[in-house]
């Protein structure tokens, strides 16, 4: 390589450094150009994203791997009490005393507690009850125009599936989606973290009516079971058990709500691998491990830091450095996968190979949940509309813009579920009820 062209590289790579750091729209929409070129040329990476707190990217798949189990790279934030407060505020604080930002032997006591919600025969238990809400999630939207999918059905029916899990009273989840939802699009303005505090103090305060309504009154469902946990073992402090409800809640229906978007998105901007999907539905469990590989939902693994210097890629991460692993960038990695930028439906060995739900001691507890979830949905939805198209012209999609982002989702899904029934030709996204 000439020197000028190791300059055109370094001057690539800075580029594609501060890409990252700043999270540009044109990044937003679409970062895997420049997870590839960070992959094959600065795999670890500083970067200074808009919150201010230096961080250390981890972009190829067998170091984001060997990362996520590393015990030397700490989940628990109140370690890093300093880093932590500077991106969320003291409001998150208090519902972060759960097992997904905790090290063992905390984390494994809070997990095997929590595990008794994603147990095979409670998960098993729910099917019956995740299809009567998609049927009626379906049966209400409307086939005359476009509808946004997203707001429509991706949202709610994984809200729905967690909270009868969890047992949140129906007429009482459309305003925890409300709240919840502040919280997953919020940015790091001074404005956003106002926000962000008034919806964390709103569900803090609602959870803690919940559990003491709970308390006084136990039903079959998930809080009750951790009450008694709490009340008789004395496992579960106070403060862990408000958290351990909020992590379920925000984690267990951002990510497949995020997911069920896009997995009509890809399959819809890729028609060949939709028709097969449409011509054989058993190929649908595959498919989703691949969207899960190809487009997931988790962009970037919840922070880490650093209990001691590190040495990944020839880069050194010093201790206290926070960690950030790029799990859309590491499921695109040639090194790991055959043709990563091909969507292929078929692929083989893709769910036993993809990180789209981790790794390690941290790998996703509601991943058979979130499956269950994705294949009734989406079996439901493609079973009734087989024709459904895109309301909107590829590329004009909107993707979350919140920069550095644990999510990667769209910001609405405009489809026409029955072209045959919709008058006047496509409307516009300003018709969509």
């Known amino acids: 390589m000439t020197q000028m062209q190791e300059q055109e590289t370094a001057d690539e790579t800075a580029r594609a450094v501060d890409a990252a750091s700043r999270g540009c729209p044109v990044y937003r929409a679409n970062p895997h150009p420049v997870y590839q070129h960070l992959r094959e040329n600065a795999p670890v990476c500083r970067i200074t994203p808009p919150h201010g707190v230096d961080s250390y990217l981890i972009t190829r798949f067998e170091d984001a791997k060997a990362a996520l189990a590393d015990p030397r790279i700490s989940k628990d934030m109140y370690a890093a009490i300093d880093a932590y407060r500077s991106i969320f505020g003291d409001s998150s604080i208090a519902l972060d005393d759960n097992m997904l930002f905790a090290d063992p032997p905390k984390h494994s006591r809070l997990r095997r507690i929590v595990s008794k919600a994603f147990v095979p025969r409670r998960i098993e238990a729910l099917r019956p009850r995740i299809q009567e809400l998609t049927d009626t999630l379906l049966d209400d939207c409307s086939t005359q125009r476009p509808v946004d999918l997203l ?255 644990a999510f990667r989702g769209l910001t609405e899904l405009p489809v026409v579920l029955d072209p045959s029934q919709v008058r006047d030709g496509v409307a516009g996204m300003a018709d969509i009820a």
């Open 151 to 405: 707001s429509a059905f991706a949202f709610p029916l994984p809200l729905q599936v967690i909270c009868e899990l969890i047992g949140v009273p129906g007429e009482e989840r459309q305003e925890v989606q409300k709240w919840c939802s502040v919280v997953a699009r919020t940015g790091f303005s001074k404005k956003d973290k106002d926000r962000l505090a008034e919806a964390e103090n709103t569900l803090r305060e609602y959870f803690e009516v919940l559990i003491a309504r709970k308390r006084k009154a136990p039903e079959d469902d998930l809080l009750s079971v951790l009450i008694q946990t709490r009340d008789e073992q004395e496992s579960l402090t106070d403060s862990e058990l408000l958290s351990t409800l909020w992590v379920l809640l925000f984690a267990g229906h951002k990510t497949t709500a995020y997911l069920i978007g896009n997995a009509v998105y890809t399959l819809l901007t890729h028609p060949e691998q939709f028709k097969q999907v449409i011509d054989s539905p058993d190929l649908l469990p595959n498919a989703i491990e691949e969207i899960i590989r190809y487009e997931g939902s988790v962009e970037n693994a919840t922070f880490r830091h650093a209990l001691e210097d590190i040495t990944i890629a020839g880069t050194l991460i010093p201790k206290g450095a926070l960690v950030q692993i790029a799990v859309t960038s590491a499921n695109r990695d040639a090194a790991a996968f055959e043709s990563p930028d091909t969507f292929d439906v078929t692929r083989p060995g893709v769910q036993s190979n993809h990180l789209g739900f981790g790794t390690g001691p941290h790998y996703c507890l509601g991943a058979p949940l979130a499956r269950m979830e994705m294949q009734i949905a989406l079996a439901s939805l493609f079973r009734r509309f087989p024709n459904l198209s895109l309301a909107l012209p590829t590329g004009e999609a909107q993707w979350l813009t919140v920069p550095f982002p």
